[in-house]
């Protein structure tokens, strides 16, 4: 398992390798994005986004399946071509400036057909080829826990494995801003904190990392901002803590039940401030948890529909999406 001391051993030699620093005349965003759109045929896939993200910070992007992360994501990295907008990457315009703006930033792609034939250590290789001051393969190897796989095929590679590689390669060049499409879609959960690790020692390195992830509760512990995106739109974009505070909702009650119970059943109870019923699944929001109980206990009786899986919490993000597009992003 890697520990913090193998990632501070990373910080130093890539500091010293490239020895790029943020100069104080470098503008407060790492990234700045006016209007982007683009559309697929009729599909508008990203409709008119604006966002910053500040240097320094951990960015988050959230969404259900075809919001539009991937493809904001991929227009930035200069691998799309916006229908229209501005995007303003380290200090440089795009596309005027993209030759010289991808020296200086890591990309890992949600698809990454990985070049199978080749080991580990090849490719890491292949890929510290196109900078000018690489990193260190094995250190860019020991980041993401791989560094007793150097010798092995890319095909015999686990996919949790191969998706850790695709975040290795993304390191070679020690960018100022790393891009991470759903970094830990399908790890185990001792990859994932991992991936979590390597994320948060960027920021220690006062790097910036702008990430998707399908997995609200990830974009919580770790972004310092979250932006919600739906059918190609931010739909809200703060701290995640504000975001949850914005609710206004002290408690929540979630349960599955047997049968098929509508929000109208549980909304008209004086004790439930919001509620959502999805696939026979209950999310209520109140401030008062005992009269909300037993007005539950008592519907439930009236209505006669079983109680299964109750559980008690505080407000998550995954409420905010729920309050804001009346879905659940895990649908
Ligand atoms: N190359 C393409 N051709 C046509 N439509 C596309 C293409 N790429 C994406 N789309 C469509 O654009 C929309 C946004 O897709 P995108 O991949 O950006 O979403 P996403 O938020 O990254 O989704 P996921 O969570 O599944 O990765 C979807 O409706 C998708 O079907
Ligand atoms: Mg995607």
Redesign the pocket.
């Known amino acids: 398992m890697l520990e913090y001391g193998d990632h501070k051993h990373l910080a130093h030699c890539l500091s010293t390798e490239t020895g790029q620093r943020v100069g104080p005349s470098m503008s407060e965003h790492a990234l700045i994005v006016r209007n982007l759109t683009k559309s697929?045929?009729s599909?508008r896939?990203?409709d008119g986004i604006s966002f910053a993200i500040r240097r320094g910070a951990i960015f988050c992007l959230v969404?259900?399946?075809?919001?539009?992360?991937?493809?904001?994501m991929?227009m930035i990295e200069g691998l799309k071509q916006p229908d229209s907008g501005e995007i303003v990457l380290l200090d440089m315009r795009l596309p005027q400036e993209l030759g010289r703006a991808k020296q200086m930033i890591g990309v890992q792609l949600?698809t990454t057909g990985l070049f199978e034939r080749l080991t580990a250590g090849e490719l890491v290789n292949l890929f510290r080829s196109f900078y000018a001051r690489p990193v260190p393969a094995a250190d860019v190897l020991k980041a993401v826990s791989l560094e007793t796989k150097s010798d092995q095929l890319v095909s015999q590679l686990s996919g949790g494995q191969q998706q850790r590689l695709a975040v290795a390669l993304a390191l070679v060049n020690d960018p100022e801003l790393l891009f991470l499409?759903?970094p830990t879609a399908g790890l185990d959960p001792q990859a994932r904190r991992e991936v979590w690790r390597l994320i948060q020692s960027m920021k220690q390195r006062e790097k910036t990392v702008f990430m998707?992830t399908?997995y609200m509760d990830e974009a919580e512990k770790l972004s310092d901002e979250v932006a919600i995106?739906d059918y190609?739109k931010i739909i809200a974009h703060d701290a995640p803590r504000n975001l949850v505070a914005g609710l206004n909702k002290a408690n929540v009650i979630e349960f599955s039940t047997d049968s098929d119970v509508t929000d109208n059943q549980f909304s008209g109870l004086r004790s439930v401030s919001a509620a959502t019923v999805l696939n026979k699944n209950v999310v209520l929001y109140t401030t008062d948890v005992k009269e909300c109980l037993v007005d539950v206990l008592n519907l439930s009786q009236s209505l006669s529909f079983e109680i299964k899986d109750m559980q008690f919490r505080n407000p998550s993000l995954e409420d905010v999406f729920i309050e804001l597009t009346g879905r659940m992003l895990r649908e």
């Open positions: 697929y045929g599909v896939a990203v969404g259900p399946n075809g919001a539009g992360k991937t493809t904001t991929e949600q499409d759903e998707t399908h995106i190609g």
